[in-house]
Structure formats: C-alpha cells, structure tokens
C-alpha cells in the first residue's frame, strides 16, 4: 500500500451455499471487477464519481464464508483496495 493511504477494513462471515455463491458470482457482473489475484473469492467495486478517484468500495464474498468490504478514504486508490486485499491473510 502506497504510504499517507487510509484503508478500512471489515471482515464477517458470510456463509454461502454453493448457489448462494454463484448468485454474488452474477450480481458482481453489474460492477467494475476487481481483481483479487485468488481463485476462492469474487469482488468488485462501488464507487462515488467516476471510479477512478478515492471513495470506492471492494466487496468480496470468498468460497470459504468470509465477507470483506475495503473503503478508500483520503487518497486510496482501487489499486490500494486490491493490494491491502491481496495481503489479507485469511485462508
């Protein structure tokens, strides 16, 4: 993460079934992607604006149950959102 970014993390759980999750798989598809760099989780991006400018939000769902919801404050990029996400360290 780039230094003076400011990231807040909320992590619950969230278990899915099997169709549960292929039905987050299908609402994801109307949002920006995001590209989480891990093949057990799917998100994507709410964001005021644009998109390309701060105050956006990474939703992810894992396999597994866990529920993330990364919110850019101040300068955080969905670059940053992507990154903090990848350092994660919940499987």
């Known amino acids: 993460m780039r230094p003076g970014t400011t990231i807040e993390?909320?992590?619950?759980e969230?278990?899915?079934?099997?169709a549960e999750y292929e039905a987050w798989e299908r609402q994801a598809r109307d949002y920006p992607a995001a590209?989480?760099?891990?093949?057990?989780?799917?998100?994507?991006?709410?964001?005021?604006?644009?998109?390309?400018?701060?105050?956006?939000v990474l939703h992810a769902q894992s396999e597994a149950g866990s529920h993330f919801e990364l919110?850019?404050?101040g300068n955080a990029t969905r670059a940053d959102l992507e990154d903090l996400f990848a350092?994660?360290?919940?499987e």
Do not use: Q, Y
């Open 9 to 12: 993390v909320t992590i619950a």
């Open 14 to 18: 969230m278990p899915m079934k099997p």
């Open 35 to 56: 590209k989480l760099n891990r093949s057990r989780a799917s998100g994507f991006f709410t964001c005021a604006g644009d998109g390309g400018a701060p105050r956006c």
């Open 71 to 73: 919110s850019a404050t």
């Open 87 to 90: 350092e994660l360290n919940w």
